[in-house]
């Protein structure tokens, strides 16, 4: 069965435009950039879609996954059973899904998001997180520490770089999935990780937008149910950005309503548009 997997996805991509590229760059380099990584990726889902139409049961994908760590080992994560969180995610569902929040937030969802928090009554929490979000971007966590929000607290966790991070998994108390971000300050951080079941996955991404788009992921990837405090959060994320179970989820008042102000909410403009 393996052996066919893997026989599967190598014809599929020397039979396809770019597959032999791919092919060729993995044995150069042993590795394959973004960029070919997306190609192979996008290969291999028109194929799926091809073959078993848009509706692809979990088992064809997990197959698809594990025949493309099986032809580039190197590209394997060696906490996920079948590779890469956002690979496999895009594999779960299609591109687009996969890449709604990187190319949507800043230029729609934040704006409006920001919008709609400025309606809210005023704390100095809440001011500081919309101070927080209208500043420049940058590579490290930008608001300063909230410890009255229990919420922050759980998907945001900062931990000095000089410290241990094996001491920290020790002390780590069973929690579900969050984001630990490693740097020397909090407005100068260095790396992201995926923190479950004490043990860390480095994220891609080195800004907080990215890191949190693998996190969200990894519950899809890793069949990981939200944490509690955190599941209005996640499933705005998953049904209003990500456009995912829309309608089959069990949605409170307030994400219902918000995704119908913000998705009503005319898409912002640079200056040069």
């Known amino acids: 069965m393996l052996s066919n997997v893997f026989t599967l996805i190598e014809a599929v991509l020397r039979g396809k435009s770019g597959g032999e590229e791919v092919l060729q760059e993995y044995q150069t380099t042993e590795t394959l950039t973004d960029a070919a990584r997306r190609k192979m990726v996008n290969i291999l889902v028109a194929h799926m879609t091809d073959n078993h139409g848009h509706v692809r049961h979990r088992p064809t994908k997990e197959d698809y996954a594990r025949g493309i760590v099986m032809l580039f080992p190197s590209l394997k994560d060696p906490y996920s059973k079948k590779g890469y969180v956002d690979q496999d995610f895009t594999l779960l569902f299609d591109d687009d899904t996969s890449s709604r929040l990187l190319q949507k937030w800043d230029l729609f969802f934040k704006p409006n998001v920001i919008k709609e928090a400025k309606r809210l009554t005023s704390t100095p929490e809440l001011r500081r997180l919309v101070q927080s979000a209208e500043s420049p971007p940058g590579r490290g966590l930008k608001s300063p520490t909230i410890s009255a929000c229990d919420a922050v607290e759980r998907l945001f966790v900062f931990h000095k770089s000089c410290c241990s991070l094996e001491e920290h998994l020790r002390n780590q108390q069973g929690r579900q999935p969050y984001l630990l971000a490693v740097g020397r300050l909090k407005s100068k951080i260095e790396s992201f990780y995926i923190t479950m079941d004490k043990r860390l996955i480095p994220c891609k991404a080195n800004r907080s937008l990215g890191a949190c788009d693998e996190l969200f992921k990894a519950h899809f990837v890793f069949n990981l149910s939200y944490d509690v405090a955190l599941v209005n959060f996640y499933t ?28 009503n909410q005319p898409v912002a403009l640079s200056p040069c548009e």
């Not at 705005?236 to 995704?259: A, W």
């Open 236 to 263: 705005f994320l998953q049904t209003t950005v990500y456009n995912i179970d829309v309608g089959k989820m069990n949605e409170s008042p307030r994400v219902k309503d918000l995704r119908a102000r913000l998705l």
